[in-house]
Nanobody, 114 residues
């Protein structure tokens, strides 16, 4: 199973970005899919998660600004980020659970700066 993330980049404060992550190597939809992030000198933190039935969970600082969505048929997960702030700067990682196993994609850098 592999996860491939994309969509990071440089954006000005207040701007938007959309991250995508495509899962491959499995015939089954992931139980849960997540976006995590890790800023320099900080621990990795969960940003948003979504179950196969669509239940969503967000870290408090991104509520109202970020939206997570998924396509079970394609095993993809997206993170629409709006009203970006400098403190959102980090490497963003997608993660997915399938049964008792967890998988991680490579990170994609998001930099919010003027």
């Amino acid at each position: 199973v592999q996860l491939q993330a994309s969509g990071g980049g440089l954006v000005q404060p207040g701007g938007s970005l959309r991250l995508s992550c495509v899962g491959s190597g499995t015939m089954f939809p992931f139980n849960y899919m997540y976006w995590y992030r890790q800023a320099p000198g900080k621990q990795r933190e969960m940003v948003a998660g979504i179950g196969s039935g669509g239940t969503r969970d967000y870290e408090d600082s991104v509520k109202g600004r970020f939206t997570i969505s998924r396509n079970n048929d394609e095993n993809t997960v997206h993170l629409q980020m709006s009203s970006l702030k400098s403190e959102d700067t980090a490497v963003y990682y997608c993660s997915a659970h399938l049964g008792s196993l967890s998988y991680w994609g490579q990170g994609t850098q998001v930099t919010v700066s003027s």
